[in-house]
């Protein structure tokens, strides 16, 4: 592993665990030319998947845009970080156990989606506008509208 801070193509792997849910390996390292420390992370990877985005664009898969959305619509809410990394590493198993190589974006928000539901009902929202695209307050107002008939329909 190349030094991120010198450039030295060979360090050392001072302590490695696994993170909490067992999705990867942490690997604290040291540089010996430097003497810096630093953090990877290792994870395993299924198969290779790509994003299809609208009008059939394609781009590589990446997770951490995933955990980024959402940490991003749980800004400043009350939800665990390591929740939101167990619940990311959730949907990119589930999109790697597919057997799809090609995903469409649409599915992938979807899924963000859903997790957010059951995660944090303002980080849900928050997302929905950015995801559905909201362009005025009445677009908040017929989707919180739907969140409310729900809630009944499911307590009846």
Same mark, same amino acid.
């Given at each position: ?49 790509? =994003?299809?985005?609208?009008?059939? #664009? ?5 997770? *951490?845009?995933?955990?980024? $959305?959402? &940490? +991003? ?13 167990? =619940?990311?590493?959730?949907?990119? #198993? ?5 057997? *799809?190589?090609?995903?469409? $974006?649409? &599915? +992938? ?26 362009? *005025? ?6 989707? +919180? ?12």
């Amino acid at each position: 592993m190349r030094c991120p801070f010198c450039g030295n193509e060979d360090t050392q792997v001072k302590n490695s665990r696994p993170t909490e849910d067992n999705a990867a390996i942490r690997r604290r390292r040291q540089c010996p030319n430097c003497g810096a420390r630093f953090t990877t992370f290792e994870r395993v990877q299924l198969r290779e998947l790509t =994003v299809v985005k609208s009008k059939s #664009r394609k781009e590589p898969f990446d997770r *951490e845009k995933i955990l980024r $959305s959402m &940490l +991003i619509a749980l800004q400043k809410r009350p939800v665990d970080r390591d929740r939101v990394e167990r =619940v990311a590493n959730g949907i990119v #198993r589930r999109l790697e156990s597919s057997g *799809e190589s090609e995903i469409p $974006s649409k &599915l +992938i928000g979807e899924m963000v989606m859903d997790a957010l539901a059951t995660l944090d009902p303002v980080g849900y929202v928050r997302f929905a506008s950015v995801y559905r695209n909201f362009r *005025e307050v009445g677009d908040f107002g017929d989707f +919180i509208g739907k969140l409310g008939a729900e809630a009944e329909d499911q307590a009846h």
